[in-house]
């Protein structure tokens, strides 16, 4: 083996026995589609991959893409969000496959939440079990009966899959209240081509660019009735929201306005925004702010953030909300595992995408189950997201197994467990080694469900956790990025 | 545009245009002082008397060198100091990002990154120059941004108006600043007159020196001083220029078809009418109270603006009301 300083950055690269590699086979080959990119980061030297890496880190410096170090506020210590200049590339196949599944689950999500607010018969069937849903807190009542325009409830959706060690997909959850990420994608995509220039000319990839034109398309096309040119709106809970950036590039993107709640009010059942010359009537909110927290006269009633009555402006027609409320108990865990059977009542189709084995604690066997493998699974409150309060079984110590079950002992129903899937693996450049590393790698896909279309995102963000031997992707437990290349056919 | 938005692209453009004449007065006046042909400008005590001044708030500390240049450069409890300033023009400027161009963004950002990055330290000890010229060409760039990269529309006038008011004040700043180091240093020197060093130290500090050289085609004297930073209609700098910017940056924003008394169009408008009329003898006449009077006008125009344009009500979050799928 060569040292790391002379040699190239995979001299000691060892292809995973146990997970699934994206990047090489067993035998240490390249697989293809990752050809290019291997040779040309064999062929950059250590100097020019380095420069390369501090370029496009300063590019998302420059750019604000950073979050705040809250333990140095004082001196307002600000971190980029880490990335990896390794792309995830799907072939166009494979991408077939994926799309085709996201768009099934979407459309039979949407069913079923229409179905659920109205007429329930997935419950009087008894597929789904009617306390489940009557016990989620992201049930809304206030959503009964009321019809949203074109029937659509989950107007931009995230879908987080993996690939297991059998090489088989996995759909891992649905986010479909604010799935985050989409400007990340689009930014990962902007500085790799600066720095690949020679690699994006051999490939052929699908562009993530037109993302802000077709949400714009979404948001207009579920319009309210009439509106000719709708104003849609993009609604934050503020500049100190972790997601801001966001929020601030796709209003930017768009060419809308990015509104806070003091930004708003309701006369007469219709939306307003206060501007520099009196206020201008909004049509579509495209909303980043919790159900909880958007209208205190309904929902939470000390939220500051929220507007007073944008409730009855939406449920008199006046406005629409994307998403809708009430949405939130769609992608509880513990309904994702139903997921496979509301495909086959709404749809009659075989789930395209598949689900991962989950336990209720709250069945009795399951719990029963659970409470003795707490050690071999992955234990996950259902209505948690950020990938906080999940224990992965084997990296437990005995005291904390016995937290485990005690914590589900006092509340089955907040959780479900599933056997601890091996996320697949791809090379990624660690810093503190100066080499590429196998790493544990996701795939969020962004779906736009309109009136007249379904669209998916050709590329989605490939979260990495950068810590060796670590399952847990999301940013916040300490997760970085990769740019994700879709092939085309 | 929401008003909210106006009060944030008018307030990015006011912060970044008072940090970048805190810097420019702290290096040019500093530096000048090092070899001022009067003994007393030279004095420590004087210089940082006068840079406090205009770029200090009401300071109580200590005043050697260190601390006062920590104080108007890195102290976070200095709401004037180039930190606090920088870092308000940012976070206004992060509340417009949706509407500023990308470039405009990432200027704003390099130039709050530039001064949060640099070593306190090595400010107060040799980095003043460094950090000020630095922080001058950042302040350029966004400029440069903001005519370049906008549209030239309600943003940009936002912007601009923000720029241009502070401008104004710092222009009357800067006299008043200068006003009171020269009655300094005469009640110290009676009979003292030559004070060409310190009028054209004043000309150096709002970056119109050469302009001004050119112009009277001598280093002016106090009255050409005053009357080229105040009455000049060429001189971009000066307070006339200003006004005059302010006025057509406020008629492009305006959709009233008539004058109202009390409005912003009207009280820019009367200002602007006085300075056009206005002569060099009646400001000398009585040079502070012109000065005082300029404050009071200035006052005028930007609470006008701000009940004309940009009434609030804000309210602060209690909690962070969105969870992060």
């Excluded at chain 1, 040699?7 to 067993?26: A, C, H, L, R, W």
């Excluded at chain 1, 949400?215 to 609604?235: A, I």
């Excluded at chain 2, 406020?250 to 009280?267: A, H, M, N, Y």
């Excluded at chain 2, 006085?274 to 040079?287: A, C, G, K, S, V």
């Amino acid at each position: 083996m060569q040292s790391q300083q002379q040699g190239t950055f995979f001299d000691i690269y060892k292809p995973s026995e146990q997970f699934y590699d994206e990047v090489f086979s067993m035998d240490g080959t390249v697989k293809p589609g990752y050809q290019h990119i291997f040779n040309h980061f064999k062929s950059l030297g250590r100097e020019a991959f380095l420069k390369l890496f501090e370029e496009a880190k300063t590019s998302f410096f420059n750019q604000g893409i950073t979050f705040a170090v809250y333990s140095d506020t004082e001196n307002g210590t600000e971190k980029i969000f880490p990335f990896d200049l390794f792309p995830r590339i799907i072939d166009a196949k494979e991408w077939d496959h994926i799309e085709r599944g996201v768009i099934q689950r979407t459309q039979a999500i949407n069913q079923f939440i229409y179905d659920i607010y109205h007429d329930q018969k997935i419950l009087k069937d008894k597929v789904v079990p009617e306390a489940l849903i009557k016990s989620s807190k992201n049930f809304q009542k206030t959503m009964m009966g009321f019809e949203p325009p074109g029937k659509i409830y989950c107007h931009i959706s995230g879908t987080d899959i993996i690939r297991h060690s059998d090489g088989e997909y996995y759909v891992l959850e649905d986010n479909l209240r604010c799935p985050s990420g989409v400007s990340y994608v689009i930014n990962n995509r902007i500085a790799l081509k600066r720095g690949l220039v020679g690699v994006f000319n051999k490939n052929k990839i699908h562009s993530v660019s037109d993302y802000p034109e077709q949400l714009l398309e979404t948001l207009q096309s579920v319009k309210p009735m009439n509106v000719d040119e709708p104003t849609c709106v993009v609604f934050t809970p503020g500049s100190f929201n972790s997601a801001y950036f966001e929020h601030a590039f796709l209003a930017q993107r768009m060419g809308i306005e990015l509104v806070e709640g003091q930004d708003l009010k309701v006369d007469n059942d219709f939306v307003y925004m206060k501007t520099i010359r009196g206020p201008v009537k909004v049509d579509v909110i495209y909303r980043r702010v919790d159900d909880d927290f958007i209208d205190p006269e309904v929902f939470r009633k000390d939220s500051l953030l929220g507007v007073p009555g944008i409730m009855r402006a939406y449920q008199k027609g006046n406005v629409t909300l994307a998403n809708a409320p009430g949405t939130g108990f769609a992608d509880d865990k513990a309904v994702y595992t139903y997921l496979p059977e509301i495909i086959k009542y709404y749809l009659d189709e075989e789930p395209i995408l598949n689900n991962v084995r989950t336990y209720h604690c709250e069945k009795e066997d399951d719990y029963k189950y659970v409470m003795d493998n707490v050690d071999k699974l992955v234990v996950k409150p259902v209505d948690e997201a950020g990938g906080y309060g999940i224990t992965i079984g084997n990296q437990l110590t005995k005291e904390e197994v016995k937290a485990v079950q005690k914590r589900i002992t006092e509340d089955r129903r907040k959780y479900i467990a599933q056997p601890i899937m091996s996320l697949s693996v791809h090379a990624t450049y660690i810093e503190d080694s100066n080499v590429f590393e196998p790493r544990h790698v996701d795939l969020r896909t962004y779906t736009l469900f309109g009136d007249d279309k379904c669209h998916v995102l050709k590329g989605g963000l490939s979260r990495v956790a950068l810590k060796k031997g670590n399952l847990i992707v999301n940013s916040s437990q300490g997760g970085g990025s990769k740019d994700t290349w879709v092939l085309r056919s | 545009m929401l008003s909210r938005v106006a009060n944030s692209l008018y307030w990015a453009g006011r912060y970044v245009e008072r940090c970048d004449h805190t810097s420019s007065f702290i290096n040019i006046h500093y530096f000048a002082s090092l070899d001022t042909p009067n003994k007393m400008a030279q004095e420590d005590e004087f210089v940082l008397e006068s840079l406090l001044f205009i770029a200090g708030d009401d300071y109580q500390g200590k005043l050697t060198e260190e601390e006062v240049l920590h104080h108007i450069g890195f102290d976070r409890k200095n709401p004037m100091s180039i930190i606090n300033t920088a870092t308000q023009a940012r976070i206004n400027a992060h509340g417009t990002r949706h509407l500023i161009s990308t470039e405009c963004w990432e200027a704003f950002n390099k130039f709050y990154h530039l001064v949060n990055s640099y070593d306190p330290k090595v400010f107060i000890t040799t980095g003043l120059y460094d950090l000020t010229t630095k922080l001058n060409g950042a302040c350029s760039i966004i400029r440069e941004k903001i005519i370049r990269t906008l549209m030239h529309d309600e943003v940009w006038a936002l912007l601009m108006i923000g720029i241009h008011l502070e401008r104004a004040f710092q222009i009357i700043r800067l006299l008043n600043t200068k006003l009171y180091d020269v009655g300094k240093i005469q009640a110290q020197n009676p009979g003292l007159n030559d004070l060409t060093y310190e009028w054209a130290t004043l000309l150096r500090c709002a970056e119109v020196y050469d302009m001004s050289k050119k112009y009277y085609r001598k280093i002016p004297n106090q009255s050409q001083a005053i009357e080229f930073l105040i009455l000049n209609t060429k001189n971009p700098k000066s307070l006339i220029s200003n006004i005059e910017k302010l006025h057509s940056y406020i008629q492009r924003l305006s959709d009233k078809s008539t004058l109202v008394p009390g409005s912003i169009e009207f009280i820019i408008g009367k200002f602007h009418s006085y300075l056009t009329y206005l002569t060099i003898e009646e400001i000398e006449n009585d040079t502070t109270a012109f000065v005082l009077n300029a404050f009071e006008e200035l006052n005028k125009i930007g609470a006008a603006f701000e009940k004309d344009y940009l009434f609030l009500e804000t309210v602060e979050p209690t909690v962070d009301e969105s969870v992060s799928q």
